[in-house]
């Protein structure tokens, strides 16, 4: 199972929007609605920020969003901190072997 | 407040075996599927394994198949992984996490625990 392609890298000043992009097929992000980002910073255990495609979990800030169209899903940043300097991945169920991720995405404030 | 602590991770040979614990607190244990992911130095999330509430069901990628096992102790709330067979490519943090929903499949995973690193080396 290859690992869901995201970009190596994104950047942004604070207070612009960033999109990440997931690719993947349809066995696994296109097939099922179990698309879910992952927020990890230097040295620290990642963070569920997004499930289901596009449900934040409780706690999480609505600057978080993210979508789906076809084989490949996205995470919004809006309004851009320092704090959202992280690496970013998504994770898929697939019908190939259970769950999927992302070869991950490290996003940069400017 | 839901809580994950691996522990066992070490050194150990290629060819050689090491056993993985994550000890649960907070929630109702064995309502929930859980899962080990892991990373290996300066690169991406792996999923490794999973397994069912229940203990019934397992799944595993296919880089461990065969030679890694996952099981649980529901009575005693602790999550392991038996890890055989180790090679140099197995070196990495090793995480356990629970699945976020009780339905299955999960979709998500959360909590994570802190992580516990395994290095395989002669």
């Known amino acids: 199972q290859s690992a869901l392609t995201q970009p190596a890298s994104v950047s942004g000043s604070p207070g612009q929007s960033i999109t990440i992009s997931c690719a993947g097929t349809s066995s696994d992000v296109g097939g099922y609605d179990f698309v879910s980002w992952y927020q990890q910073h230097p040295g620290k255990a990642p963070k569920l920020i997004i499930y289901?495609?596009?449900n934040r979990p409780s706690g999480v800030s609505d600057r978080f969003s993210g979508s789906k169209s076809g084989n490949t899903a996205s995470l919004t940043i809006s309004g851009l901190q320092a704090e959202d300097e992280a690496d970013y991945y998504c994770n898929s169920y697939t019908s190939r072997t259970l769950y999927v991720f992302g070869t991950g995405t490290k996003v940069t404030v400017l | 407040e839901d809580y994950l602590l691996e522990s066992g991770g070490g050194l150990v040979q290629p060819g050689g075996s090491l056993r993985l614990s994550c000890a649960a607190s907070g929630f109702t244990f064995i309502s929930y599927a859980m899962n080990w992911v892991r990373q290996a130095p300066g690169r991406g999330l792996e999923w490794v394994a999973a397994l069912t509430g229940s203990g019934r069901y397992t799944l595993y990628a296919d880089s461990v198949k065969g030679r890694f096992t996952v099981s649980r102790d529901n009575s005693k709330n602790i999550l392991f992984l038996q890890m055989n067979n180790l090679r140099a490519e197995d070196t990495a943090v090793y995480y356990c996490?629970?699945?976020?929903?009780?339905?299955?499949?999960?979709?998500?995973?959360?909590?994570w625990g802190q992580g516990t690193l395994v290095t395989v080396s002669s």
């Open positions: 289901d495609v596009s």
């Open positions: 996490a629970r699945d976020f929903l009780t339905r299955a499949p999960g979709g998500a995973f959360d909590p």
